[in-house]
C-alpha cells in the first residue's frame, strides 16, 4: 500500500479572523502527484501557505510521515521535508540565478552536499546553468519558474509543494513546466500542485481535490474527475 507523505486532517486556517479554509482533508501520497483544482478565491493559495506553516493551523492537525507538524514553524517544516514554490515564483530578481539555487540548499542534508545538488538542477534544467551569472529578475517568465523549482528542490525535499506554477505563462511554457512536473515524478518525488488550468493538471495528476468556497468540493483519481459530468462542464468547458 502506498503510505501518505502528508496528511491534512480537518484542518482550517485564514487571515486574522476569517477563516478561509474550513476543516479539508487530503491526503498526499508518496510518490504521486497529488492536485488541488478549483477557480479564483477558492482557498488553493491559502491552503498552501498553510502546509508551509506561513499560516497557522486554526483546527485540525497536519502530519508529515506520520509526526504531527500541525506547531511545527515554517523553517522546521522546511527541515523535515516540505518546500514551497510559491505563487507568483518570488525569487530574488537581484541575485544571480547562481546566488538564488545557492539560497534554496537551507536544509542541513542539502547543505553539504549543494554543489552535487546544483549539478543535478543543472542537468534537468540545462537553461538555468546558461543562464547562471545572470540576474534571475533578467529570466523570462517560464525561466524564473523553472528557477523557482530548482531552488524548491535545492532543500531535498520530501514532498515539494507548487503553487500555480503556470500562471501567465505562455502556452508552450506552461506545457514546458507540466514535462518539468511529470519528469521530476518520475524521478520519484511526490509533489503537490495547485492549479487553475484544469485540464493539463488533471493529465499529470494521479488524484485530484475540487475546491471550492474553502472546502473540498470534490474528489477522485484525475481520470475520475476528467469524466465527471459536473467538472467537465465547470472547469474544463466541455
Ligand atoms: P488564486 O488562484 O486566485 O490565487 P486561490 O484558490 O489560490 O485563488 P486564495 O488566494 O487562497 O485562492 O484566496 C482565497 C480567499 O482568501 C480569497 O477570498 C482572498 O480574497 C482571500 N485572501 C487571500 N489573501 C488574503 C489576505 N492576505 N488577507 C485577507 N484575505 C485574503
Known amino acids: 500500500m502506498t503510505r501518505n507523505v502528508l496528511s491534512i486532517e480537518q484542518a482550517a486556517t485564514g487571515y486574522g479572523k476569517m477563516e478561509i479554509v474550513h476543516g479539508v482533508s487530503i491526503e498526499v501520497r508518496e510518490g504521486g502527484v497529488t492536485a488541488l483544482v478549483g477557480g479564483n478565491g477558492a482557498g488553493k493559495t491559502t491552503l498552501m ?26 523553517d522546521e517544516r522546511v527541515e523535515a521535508g516540505i518546500a514551497l514554490v510559491p505563487e507568483g515564483r518570488k525569487i530574488f530578481p537581484n541575485l544571480t540565478v547562481h546566488e538564488n539555487l545557492r539560497l534554496g540548499a537551507v536544509t542541513a542534508r542539502a547543505r553539504h552536499n549543494w554543489q552535487e545538488r546544483l549539478a543535478e538542477m543543472h542537468t534537468l534544467f540545462p537553461r538555468l546553468q546558461e543562464r547562471r551569472n545572470q540576474a534571475a529578475g533578467t529570466l523570462s517568465g517560464g525561466e524564473q519558474q523553472m528557477l523557482a523549482i530548482a531552488r524548491g528542490l535545492m532543500s531535498r525535499p520530501r514532498v515539494l509543494l507548487l503553487d500555480e506554477p503556470t500562471l501567465g505563462l505562455a502556452p508552450i511554457m506552461a506545457r514546458h513546466v507540466f ?11 511526490t509533489i503537490l500542485l495547485a492549479e487553475q488550468d484544469t485540464r493539463s493538471t488533471l493529465k499529470v495528476a494521479d488524484f ?14 484525475s481520470q475520475q474527475l476528467a469524466d ?10 466541455l
Open 228 to 237: 465527471n459530468p459536473r467538472i467537465r462542464q465547470a472547469y474544463l468547458g
Open 208 to 221: 485530484a481535490h475540487v475546491i471550492e468556497n474553502g472546502h473540498v468540493a470534490l474528489s477522485g483519481p
Open 179 to 189: 514535462d518539468t512536473i511529470r519528469e521530476l515524478n518520475r524521478s520519484g518525488l
Open 49 to 74: 501557505l498553510m502546509l508551509a506553516g506561513l499560516l497557522p493551523v486554526t483546527a485540525g492537525r497536519l502530519r508529515l510521515d506520520g509526526a504531527d507538524i500541525t506547531q511545527t514553524r515554517s
